[in-house]
Nanobody, 121 residues
């Protein structure tokens, strides 16, 4: 059984910074891509950033230059350092990870429960 647990969300003012963290646990054989997605009220879930096991990174245009994704593959963690936050960044942020279990050959994408980030003007 795999669990992804996010932490670090909160309420802050525009221009501030937050660091989100996600830990994947369970009978994990390997993790390929890890990433962050967000969903604002009334909007679809959107990609924020992803990072592969090889270190390839993709960012949404809206966060380029402000957010930084990183991972520690040995610890099965992924982080999102968010700076210069704006009200439009307000959303529930979800961690994802494409994982191969020790007991099965298939890879599946798992999701965390989400953490709320609220940015005031």
């Amino acid at each position: 059984q795999v669990q992804l647990v996010e932490s670090g969300g909160g309420l802050l003012q525009a221009g501030g910074s937050l660091r989100l963290s996600c830990l994947a646990s369970g009978s994990i054989f390997s993790i390929d891509t890890m990433g962050w997605y967000r969903q604002a009220p009334g909007k679809q879930r959107e990609l924020v950033a992803t990072i592969t096991s090889g270190g390839s990174i993709e960012y949404a245009d809206s966060v380029k230059g402000r957010f930084t994704i990183s991972r520690n593959s040995a610890k099965n963690t992924v982080n999102l350092q968010m700076t210069n936050l704006a009200p439009e960044d307000t959303a529930v942020y979800y961690c994802s990870a494409n994982i191969k279990l020790r007991s099965y050959s298939e890879r599946r994408t798992y999701w965390g429960q989400g953490t709320q980030v609220t940015v005031s003007s």
